[in-house]
């Protein structure tokens, strides 16, 4: 404590410069009302700055669970549409759920081979099986072919094997959609009557035809029609509404009646 005071009294004059230059700083800001909102900004601002950082990085670690929040309420609002339900007629109006939406995540997903699949973090044990649809949240993606208790194996769109049963929006014509095996981005509407014309951007949907997927999910857009010259069925390229190339979330439907149809139409095959 003595060597304190002996240094501050060694330098007793530049300690009592300081000290004037600290009182006149506090006049000048407290006088003037320009110096004082000058001060205050410039502490507010290194302030936000502070915060925005620290904003912007407690976001991005957040991401991950605002994603996995958002893909739940998409799941909801999907069990909300108006083709997740069952309606039947005459004096009463019977709604029953049809379709469920099942989230998940890809775990690993192939674009460049000539048959290409999907794995998600979903299996057996959240209630996925075999041949369930699943779609983007852009448009339709696959079908689930093999599912262990964790996992579930999705044929995609991307392979030489997947036919789609679909429409065409603008007229209900049946058509059907396979893919090119070129382009992960396009594939091929098949079995367009020859009378039908389609523009480019005419939209391509699900049939509702099969028991895997509902009506209405959107496929693609056309980009070009190819007109047969011996009047047969004709085809179109499509550009498909899900980027498979850049896929992270999906949500595999799940026909609640699926078993009552398939066994319906069983009993009849059989007769």
Known sequence: MRSLFALLWKYQFFVLFVILEVISLLLVVNSYSYHRSLAVNSTNDFTGAVLEVYSDVADYFSLRKVNKELIEENSILRHQQVSSFLFTDTNVVYRDSLYRYIPARVVSNSVNKQSNFILINKGSRHGIQKEMGVVS???????????????????????????????????????????????????????????????????????????????????????????SQNKDLGTASIQFATDFNSLRFVYVIANMMKEEQDKLINNQTDE
């Open 137 to 227: 949240a852009k448009g339709l993606t696959g079908i689930v072919t093999g599912v262990s208790e964790h996992y579930a194996y999705v044929m995609s769109m991307l392979h030489q094997n997947s036919r789609i049963s679909a429409r065409i929006k603008k007229n209900g014509q049946l058509v059907n959609v396979i893919w090119d095996g070129k382009n992960n981005l396009l594939g091929e509407v098949t079995d367009i009557p020859s009378h039908v014309i389609l523009s480019r951007g005419d939209t391509i949907i699900t049939s509702g035809n099969s028991l895997i997927f509902p009506e209405e999910i959107l496929i693609g857009t056309i980009m070009e029609q190819k007109i």
